[in-house]
């Protein structure tokens, strides 16, 4: 079966810092996709980046990139220069094709707060 | 605009009651998920649509019933629900293919009273 952990419930960042979220993930399958989004207070989920398990390069969207760590089955979240505005709640998923049924399963979430 | 509809955003109604919950997609894609996030809890996911058939039921009580009249359109029919049935509500769409992620609508805040 296939899992994602993120072990962070909540952290404090300060703006304008750096902010790294944890991710591993389990999965029997050789073809994924990894995902992460942003929940704001509002409730929608915000699509971030992408990284498919055959991604040579790590992705990157603007101030996210997702550092892609194939053999330690992780995938964690950087967020340079936070603002204001990144404080959500920061879902890490992932897509597996075989008995995962081609589903997307989340982790638990991490609640990030950034300081003014 | 996610590109996902839903409607209401927000809904109270009674133990008794009868109401839907409306999504509607037009990105072409031919899956369709309802999910539920309650607070302290994970997403759970409720159901899957394929090609408008229900591909997967998670254990859902009969109170939550799906209807998927065509690909772009997925509804959510509540009755008779719990208190503890409060939860944020989200419909997402997607490809079946494993390199695109779902797109979310903005969900709709249920309180049962």
């Known amino acids: 079966a296939q899992k994602i952990t993120q072990t962070q419930p909540g952290m404090f960042v300060q703006e304008k810092e750096a902010v790294t979220l944890d991710c591993t993930y389990d999965?029997?399958?050789?073809?994924?996709?990894l995902f992460w989004y942003k929940q704001p207070s509002s409730g929608e989920m915000i699509f971030l980046i992408y990284?498919?398990?055959?991604?040579?390069q790590n992705a990157t969207e603007g101030r996210y990139s997702l550092n892609f760590q194939k053999a330690r089955k992780s995938a964690n979240l950087v967020i340079s220069a936070s603002q204001l505005g990144d404080s959500a709640m920061y879902f890490c998923?992932?897509?597996?094709?075989?008995?995962?049924?081609?589903?997307?399963?989340f982790g638990g979430g991490t609640r990030v707060l950034v300081k003014p | 605009e996610t590109g996902v509809t839903q409607t209401p955003r927000h809904l109270v109604m009674g133990m008794t009651n009868k109401k839907s919950l409306k999504c509607e997609q037009h990105?072409?894609?031919?899956?369709m998920y309802w999910y539920k996030q309650s607070a302290k809890k994970p997403l759970e996911l409720m159901f899957v649509y394929n090609f408008k058939e229900q591909t997967e039921n998670n254990s859902v009580p009969s109170r939550f019933s799906p209807e998927c009249p065509n690909s772009s359109h997925l509804f959510l029919h509540l009755h008779t629900l719990q208190p503890e049935d409060s939860a944020l509500y989200l419909c997402?769409?997607?490809?079946?293919?494993?390199?695109?992620?779902?797109?979310f609508g903005s969900g709709t805040r249920l309180t049962v009273v």
């Open positions: 990105l072409g894609h031919n899956a």
């Open positions: 998923a992932m897509r597996a094709g075989g008995a995962a049924g081609n589903k997307l399963t």
């Open positions: 990284q498919g398990s055959y991604d040579q």
């Open positions: 999965t029997s399958d050789p073809s994924y996709g």
């Open positions: 997402a769409s997607s490809h079946t293919d494993l390199s695109y992620g779902y797109t």
